[in-house]
């Protein structure tokens, strides 16, 4: 499968790294232009291309870069794109760290993918935002390995959400269904889904658990949660990309 990547952080080059080791054709895009990712491409062996040319190179499409920067993409950026190929939306806010304050979702009224939908103008399916970078890289197993790390998936569309949801399965994880995109706040930072690791059976506990609709206690506890992790990381000296 031919799997464009836009973003060659820590999310994208463990994608990409994983994606060539089985066999996929990889192209891998970053802000500042192919020139800059030799050493990307040496270690993962994907194909360094501009950003246009990652969003109209694949089959699938992954958005893996800081939320704040969602904005500075291109307006036309899919342009083109055919409209079953399934566009994978990886980011996480980060108002401390990184992204500053965006009062859509501060307020709880969009929930960190569909903000990044409504600015890419495309469908998105969200997965991939609540592990770390090296237990995607190096964690997956085979299906049916007992304790097989579980990833939720959300999006609006069934048939993409299904193509993205065996590209998990293959990458060594079980995909769990977590509903519509509205509903993907159950996988955001600050919930208990949040980069836990945690296998099939518990992880769809957890986001049955916590219902279909936010409440405001929810929101706000959430918020705090992840405030008080981000406050960890700084205190530690954590950089994100």
């Keep these: 499968m031919k799997i464009g990547i836009i973003g060659a952080g820590f ?3 463990a994608l990409a790294t994983r994606l060539t080791s089985l066999g ?3 192209a891998i895009a970053n802000s500042r232009g192919p020139e800059t990712l030799g050493e ?3 270690k993962t062996g ?3 291309v501009t950003a246009p040319e990652a969003a109209h190179y694949g089959e699938i499409i992954v958005v893996t870069i800081p939320l704040k920067n ?3 993409l291109p307006k036309d950026l899919f342009e083109g794109v055919p409209a079953d190929v399934p566009v994978i939306d990886t980011s996480n806010y980060y108002p401390l760290l990184r992204d500053g304050h965006l009062s859509e979702l501060e307020h709880g009224e969009l929930t960190e993918s569909e903000w990044v939908q409504q600015h890419l103008g495309r469908p998105v399916v969200k997965v991939f935002n609540n592990i770390m970078a090296e237990h995607l890289e190096k964690s997956g197993k085979p299906a049916g390995t007992p304790g097989r790390i579980a990833l939720p ?3 609006d569309d069934p048939t993409a959400k299904q193509k993205v949801m065996a590209l998990v399965d293959e990458l060594g994880f079980d995909a769990v269904d977590n509903g519509s995109l509205h509903e993907s706040w159950r996988q955001q930072p600050g919930t208990p889904t949040y980069g836990a690791d945690l296998p099939a059976g518990e992880l769809a506990q957890q986001l049955e658990s916590l219902g279909t609709t936010r409440t405001e206690q929810q929101h706000a506890q959430f918020l705090a949660n992840h405030a008080a992790l981000e406050k960890q990381m700084q205190a ?3 950089k994100l990309q």
């Design 11 to 13: 999310i994208g080059s």
């Design 24 to 26: 996929h054709s990889v």
């Design 236 to 238: 530690q000296g954590v």
């Design 153 to 155: 998936v959300a999006g």
């Design 46 to 48: 994907a194909t360094p």
């Design 40 to 42: 990307v491409a040496q």
């Design 70 to 72: 969602i904005p500075d």
